[in-house]
């Protein structure tokens, strides 16, 4: 059974902070991984992750994939009150176009 | 707006009563999907639609629970003799349905049901 876990599960920083957020997946045939932002409505995408090393960039928010070691980070830099959210990660298997999410990780960003 | 869009958005139900839910996918997006979310959770899969054929369902997918998109476009999910267990944000994704690993999936804003 696929399998997703992150950590922290929350989070309490300050403005202008960096941020690293921790994704460990078990998947039968990788196919991607995929990040998520969900503040108090449904899951916007962030990211998809399909091969190792190589950084998915947008704005302020980075990501990485180690394929070999089964895990994933999300970075946000110089954080904004704006970031503050829940953060999803999830992965999907290959034969299968379903997603599994871990419980996610609740950042809060404080002024 | 040219998103997933969902309706209704919120449900309140009683024990025992039958729903239905709606999703409208991004027009050109072939596949549909259906997750449910509780609080402190990440959405959990439902099932999942290529075109007009379901092509897999969860266990969590009850004998109470079907799902249908009959002509490939928009979606129902109907939940019969509600429990109080039900309660929970059912989300509707789509994805462009491309070969290959590209396919993201891009969430609708959910049905909150409530039952009582």
């Known amino acids: 059974e696929d399998k997703v876990v992150q950590s922290p599960l929350s989070l309490v920083v300050h403005e202008g902070d960096t941020v690293t957020l921790n994704c460990s997946y078990e998947v039968t045939n990788f196919r991607s991984l995929l990040w998520y932002k969900q503040e108090k409505k449904a899951p916007t995408f962030l990211f998809m992750l399909t091969s190792s090393g190589i950084e998915k960039k947008s704005g302020r928010l980075s990501s990485i994939l180690d394929k070999k070691e089964l895990f994933s980070i999300l970075n946000i830099t110089a954080t904004q009150t704006g970031d503050s959210a829940i953060y999803l990660c999830?992965?999907?298997?290959?034969?299968?176009?379903?997603?599994?999410f871990g419980k996610g990780t609740k950042l809060s960003v404080i002024p | 707006d040219t998103g997933v869009s969902q309706d209704p958005r919120h449900k309140i139900t009683k024990r025992g009563q039958n729903v239905t839910f709606r999703c409208d996918p991004i027009s050109e997006h072939n596949r549909l999907y259906w997750y449910r979310q509780t609080l402190g959770q990440g959405p959990e899969f439902l099932t999942y639609f290529q075109n007009e054929a379901q092509l897999e369902k969860s266990r969590l997918l009850s004998d109470r629970f079907s799902a249908e998109r009959p002509k490939g476009s928009f979606s129902t999910l109907e939940i019969q003799r509600t429990e109080q267990g039900d309660s929970a944000m059912y989300l509707c994704a789509s994805s462009p349905g491309l070969a290959g690993a590209r396919n993201e999936q891009f969430f609708g804003p959910g049905t909150r049901l409530t039952v009582l």
């Open positions: 999830a992965i999907s298997g290959a034969g299968s176009y379903q997603l599994t």
